[in-house]
């Protein structure tokens, strides 16, 4: 049995992953991708790595030229059979390479997902290895829809599958709260920083009746939406002020290469 089949990220989704893009060596929001992934070593009590030391890995993997989007794991490492970790766990990194999705200047077509998400406050947050319900949800739909949009158990609003929502009310950007499920995503608090962004539950109905909407994720940065069920949307400047600003950091840092 080979090592990385003995390895309890495979077994038991047991570690984390953080998803960033770089550009010609740089990744703009790398501080924020390691205070969440620090976060969730501690709350999952695993070592943590080096900041230093991980970011020249990643760097080098990802070499100092070209748009990248790197993917990077961080396992408990081996151990035997069971539940039970190792006394000492030893970490593996794991990184996966690829370019940058390109970005269609068109609004999102969005649907709404039946696969729920389940609250569990310990692991609420992070980016822990176990998504299997936005495996579930994504198999609901092929190619006629961009997104879906998940619900907790309570019929709460909590985010696409793979992204963060905002949506303008009444003139005020609200995001649902993630500390019962769902990921706090570093485009979500790139948004928060740019945008006086109130926390809160939301109900689909909230949502649909929206004045705008957007989804948010660290490769993709900020998108607007289009169209739910019935709700058609337009353009929205703001949304486009916002898109601008993203794609002025990375171009940022492609001119400081």
Not at 117 to 143: F, M, S, T, Y
Not at 172 to 199: I, K, M, N, S, Y
């Amino acid at each position: 049995m080979s090592a990385l089949t003995r390895d309890r990220g495979l077994h038991y989704g047991d570690g984390l992953f953080e998803s960033l893009r770089i550009v010609a060596g740089r990744a703009p929001l790398w501080d924020w991708h390691m205070q969440r992934l620090l976060d969730g070593c501690a709350r999952l009590r695993l070592p943590a790595p080096d900041p230093e030391k991980l970011w020249r890995r990643v760097r080098r993997a990802a070499g100092a030229q070209g748009d990248t989007a790197v993917k990077l794991l961080w396992t408990a490492g081996e151990g035997p059979r069971g539940y039970a970790r190792p006394p000492a766990p030893r970490p593996r990194l794991l990184l996966q390479l690829g370019p940058a999705p390109v970005v269609e200047p068109r609004g999102l077509r969005l649907r709404w997902c039946a696969t729920r998400l389940a609250l569990q406050p310990a692991l609420a947050g992070i980016k822990h290895l176990n998504r299997l319900e936005q495996v579930l949800a994504r198999a609901e739909w092929c190619d006629d829809f961009d997104e879906g949009l998940m619900l907790d158990m309570h019929g709460r609003v909590v985010a696409a599958t793979s992204a963060n929502l905002c949506a303008r009310i009444d003139g005020q950007w609200v995001t649902p709260p993630v500390d019962r499920c769902g990921v706090a995503g570093v485009a979500r608090r790139w948004l928060q920083v740019r945008l006086e962004v109130q926390e809160r539950p939301l109900s689909p109905a909230e949502v649909e009746a929206a004045d705008a909407l957007l989804l948010c994720n660290a490769l993709r940065g900020p998108r607007g939406v289009r169209e739910l069920g019935t709700r058609r949307w337009r353009t929205d400047r703001r949304v486009r002020e916002l898109r601008a600003a993203w794609d002025a950091m990375f171009a940022a840092s492609r001119s400081c290469a």
